[in-house]
């Protein structure tokens, strides 16, 4: 395997017509780095990764591979490795055929390249299905082939555009361990792009959240999830409840009158923000007649079982409405039941403005 490199991105802009794709992109990607773009649909997630390609070329901005400025550079001259969304393998040939497609066209010799072939095939366990036709494989073999494909002539970049979105919940599961040992083996450069923030945060080394053509948060996977910069990156990484609150030193209101809570927040904050708590950090238990801090009396509107936990919908009469996530094993409150919602003040997530 060739030398895996560094990625930069400097300014990079990509506009059609009024519509601003992409605005001042900046990142850099660290040799051996797994980069997700994560995003809603329609942020530029995969612009950007296109442009990495080559396939487009920016308004303004360069990209630069270990110092070396391609922006310039055709894509077929950057020797990188895409995986597609769908699969896009040839139909009239085999497992082998596919794979070693870039080598012959390479010229890389028959021995070597039937060499290559072996050891990609081995790397994605599909040994067994070499002389196989695409339609004669499930859709997690077709994007095995798929990856094996864009790792066999050794590129230097990986890229990735939503490879998994194809594929049923347990494809997709098998096919993202499989991708993270592969690129894990391989110590190779890659982006990512995925709209699943599970996805991002099981696989990824760094995240860069997108909106609207701008890259709003960088961070591991953890820093992302317990440290969110804005109330959209809160609520993009799966922080179900939001609460409006005006704080006040290391003690905060909850807008509408629902309570207090005692929360953990720099001394001497003051003025409204959000906290944000997950579902499974709210403690459910019957109503304690002392009540007691950062409590919250709660009536259970809606409870669905989730096969590892139970999903409690609750409303309190301040108007707040709570989502919360139980042990399957602990007692069912059943629809219309009073219960005590309490939520921890360490586990809460304090972000500036109002959701």
Same mark, same amino acid.
């Given at each position: 395997?060739?030398?895996?490199?560094?990625?930069?991105?400097?300014?990079?802009?990509?506009?059609?017509?009024?519509?601003?794709?992409?605005?001042?992109?900046?990142?850099?990607?660290?040799?051996?780095?797994?980069?997700?773009?994560?995003?809603?649909?329609?942020?530029?997630?995969?612009?950007?990764?296109?442009?990495?390609? $080559?396939?487009?070329?920016?308004?303004?901005?360069?990209?630069?591979?270990?110092?070396?400025?391609?922006?310039?550079?055709?894509? *077929?001259?950057?020797?990188?490795?895409?995986?597609? &969304?769908?699969?896009?393998?040839?139909? *009239?040939?085999?497992?082998?055929?596919?794979?070693?497609?870039?080598?012959?066209?390479?010229?890389?010799?028959?021995?070597?390249?039937?060499?290559?072939? %072996?050891?990609?095939?081995?790397?994605? *366990?599909?040994?067994? @299905?070499?002389?196989?036709?695409?339609?004669?494989?499930?859709?997690?073999?077709? &994007?095995?082939?798929?990856?094996?494909? +864009?790792?066999?002539?050794?590129?230097?970049?990986?890229?990735?555009?939503?490879?998994?979105?194809?594929?049923?919940?347990?494809?997709?599961?098998?096919?993202?361990?499989?991708?993270?040992?592969?690129?894990?083996?391989?110590?190779?450069?890659?982006?990512?792009?995925?709209?699943?923030?599970?996805?991002?945060?099981?696989?990824?080394?760094?995240?860069?959240?997108?909106?609207?053509?701008?890259?709003?948060?960088? $961070?591991?996977?953890?820093?992302? @999830?317990?440290?969110?910069?804005?109330?959209?990156?809160?609520?993009?990484?799966?922080?179900?409840?939001?609460?409006?609150?005006?704080?006040?030193?290391?003690?905060?209101?909850?807008?509408?009158?629902?309570?207090?809570?005692?929360?953990?927040?720099?001394?001497?904050?003051? $003025?409204?923000?959000?906290?944000?708590?997950?579902?499974?950090?709210?403690?459910?238990?019957?109503?304690?007649?002392?009540?007691?801090?950062?409590?919250?009396?709660?009536?259970?509107?809606?409870? +669905?079982?989730? $096969?590892?936990?139970?999903?409690?919908?609750?409303? *309190?009469?301040?108007?707040?409405?709570?989502?919360?996530?139980?042990?399957?094993?602990?007692?069912?409150?059943?629809?219309?039941?009073?219960?005590?919602?309490?939520?921890?003040? %360490?586990?809460?997530?304090?972000?500036?403005?109002?959701?």
């Amino acid at each position: 395997m060739t030398a895996t490199p560094r990625l930069d991105l400097q300014g990079i802009a990509k506009s059609w017509g009024r519509l601003a794709a992409l605005r001042d992109i900046d990142l850099a990607v660290a040799p051996g780095t797994f980069v997700s773009l994560l995003g809603p649909s329609g942020c530029g997630k995969t612009t950007l990764l296109r442009l990495i390609t $080559g396939y487009l070329a920016p308004d303004s901005g360069r990209l630069l591979v270990d110092g070396r400025d391609i922006t310039e550079v055709p894509t *077929h001259r950057r020797n990188m490795g895409m995986v597609f &969304q769908s699969f896009a393998l040839f139909p *009239h040939l085999s497992v082998t055929d596919n794979i070693g497609f870039a080598l012959e066209v390479r010229g890389v010799p028959a021995a070597e390249r039937a060499r290559r072939i %072996a050891e990609a095939l081995a790397m994605v *366990h599909l040994d067994a @299905y070499r002389d196989a036709y695409p339609r004669h494989l499930s859709g997690g073999q077709q &994007q095995r082939v798929g990856l094996a494909r +864009a790792i066999v002539y050794r590129p230097t970049i990986l890229l990735l555009d939503e490879p998994l979105s194809n594929l049923d919940a347990s494809l997709r599961e098998e096919m993202r361990l499989e991708i993270s040992e592969v690129t894990r083996r391989l110590g190779i450069t890659s982006i990512y792009v995925t709209h699943d923030q599970r996805e991002a945060l099981a696989l990824s080394d760094v995240i860069a959240l997108m909106d609207r053509g701008r890259i709003v948060q960088v $961070g591991t996977p953890e820093d992302i @999830y317990r440290h969110p910069a804005s109330i959209f990156v809160a609520t993009f990484v799966g922080y179900a409840n939001a609460l409006p609150v005006t704080l006040a030193g290391d003690a905060a209101t909850i807008d509408g009158g629902a309570g207090r809570l005692r929360i953990e927040a720099p001394h001497g904050t003051s $003025g409204t923000a959000t906290a944000f708590v997950h579902a499974g950090d709210i403690v459910l238990s019957a109503v304690a007649a002392d009540g007691g801090p950062n409590r919250l009396e709660c009536r259970v509107a809606e409870i +669905a079982f989730m $096969g590892d936990h139970i999903e409690y919908v609750l409303n *309190h009469a301040g108007g707040i409405r709570l989502k919360a996530h139980a042990p399957i094993d602990n007692a069912v409150f059943a629809r219309g039941t009073t219960v005590s919602a309490f939520i921890p003040g %360490a586990k809460l997530v304090l972000v500036p403005g109002t959701a």
